[in-house]
């Protein structure tokens, strides 16, 4: 069946650092992938999605890039700021999976002063 | 002018008892969901319906029935509830015609059952 598969956290990075976070997926057919976040206490909010090889997601300065031949979707952000601290979310949805967000298990983000 | 609401933001129960959760969504969509996010964060759909037409039912118990009074609500009643229900649970909703689109979520409730 169709899974994502995250980096483990939390990651901890100091402020101006760059941010990768790794995620890749199993899936048939050609799915859309998505980046949510979700804040502190809060709910979870689209970041970026990108719905075919080779195209690339931007929001906020985090950017990833579908590639199909490694099936990945890594996460990354040049400088994080202290603001970015939040839990981040890779997903899939495919046809094949009745349209349904499949998700990965989430990376905590920490960004320390 | 909030896309997706729910209601209560929390819920705060005894084991045993039933309750419900509702969802309303203003931006058009047919498409709505319910996601429950356990204690390790982990996220997974239990159903969805399309214009009022469940969808997906994933293996969730039968104390769970969500309701679709119309296309912009979806509500989730929980019968004699457990400890292990204890969740925050997440409404959304996605694009009309277009169920590979982006799937807009609601603030979440979080549930604790004593």
């Known amino acids: 069946g169709n899974s994502v598969t995250q980096m483990e956290g939390p990651v901890t990075l100091s402020e101006e650092a760059f941010l990768t976070i790794n995620c890749t997926y199993t899936?048939?057919?050609?799915?859309?992938l998505f980046w949510y976040v979700q804040y502190p206490g809060e709910g979870l909010q689209l970041l970026l999605k990108a719905t075919k090889a080779d195209d690339k997601g931007s929001n906020k300065g985090f950017e990833a890039t579908y590639r199909k031949e490694t099936t990945s979707f890594h996460l990354e952000k040049g400088s994080v700021q202290v603001s970015d601290s939040a839990v981040y979310f890779c997903a899939l949805i495919s046809r094949d999976s009745s349209y349904k967000l499949i998700f990965g298990s989430g990376t905590r983000l920490l960004v320390r002063p | 002018d909030t896309a997706v609401s729910q209601t209560p933001k929390y819920l705060v129960t005894q084991m045993g008892n039933d309750k419900s959760i509702k969802c309303e969504q203003n931006?058009?969509?047919?498409?709505m969901y319910w996601y429950k996010q356990d204690s390790k964060k982990f996220l997974k759909i239990m159903f969805s319906y399309n214009n009022k037409e469940l969808i997906i039912n994933e293996t969730v118990p039968n104390r769970f029935s969500p309701k679709s009074p119309d296309k912009a609500h979806l509500n989730l009643h929980i019968n004699s509830l457990e400890l292990g229900d204890s969740a925050v649970y997440f409404c959304a909703s996605s694009l009309p015609g277009t169920s590979t689109d982006t799937q807009y979520f609601g603030p979440g409730t979080r549930l604790t059952v004593l």
């Open positions: 931006l058009g969509h047919d498409t």
């Open positions: 899936a048939t057919g050609y799915p859309s």
